[in-house]
């Protein structure tokens, strides 16, 4: 599963796991089934958003929002 991954983390492709502790296997929590394997961040993202895909996306649309915000605030610049 790793190799077909890139050997990198399924979500932000990073190649370092980002702890001593190594790459985190994901799994649905109801199954069992190994989903992805991830770094820490992305990790500990997906569990802090408790597996719930419209937690994401509502955080997904969130920062989206704010960002263009911001952008426009600032005349275009980052």
Same mark, same amino acid.
């Given at each position: 599963? /790793? &190799?077909d991954? @890139?050997?990198? *983390?399924a979500?932000c492709?990073?190649d !370092?796991?980002g ?5 985190h296997?994901d799994?649905c929590?109801?199954?069992k089934?190994i989903?992805f394997i $991830? *770094?820490?961040?992305c #990790?500990? @993202?997906?569990? @802090? /958003?408790r &597996? #719930?895909p419209? $937690?994401?996306?509502m955080a997904?649309q969130?920062l989206e929002? /704010?960002n *263009? !915000?911001?952008?426009? &605030? !600032? &005349? @275009? $610049?980052?």
């Amino acid at each position: 599963m /790793f &190799d077909d991954q @890139g050997r990198v *983390c399924a979500i932000c492709k990073v190649d !370092n796991p980002g702890s001593s502790r190594g790459w985190h296997l994901d799994h649905c929590h109801k199954t069992k089934t190994i989903r992805f394997i $991830l *770094c820490t961040h992305c #990790n500990r @993202g997906l569990g @802090g /958003f408790r &597996d #719930n895909p419209d $937690l994401l996306r509502m955080a997904a649309q969130m920062l989206e929002e /704010f960002n *263009c !915000n911001k952008l426009q &605030d !600032n &005349d @275009g $610049l980052p």
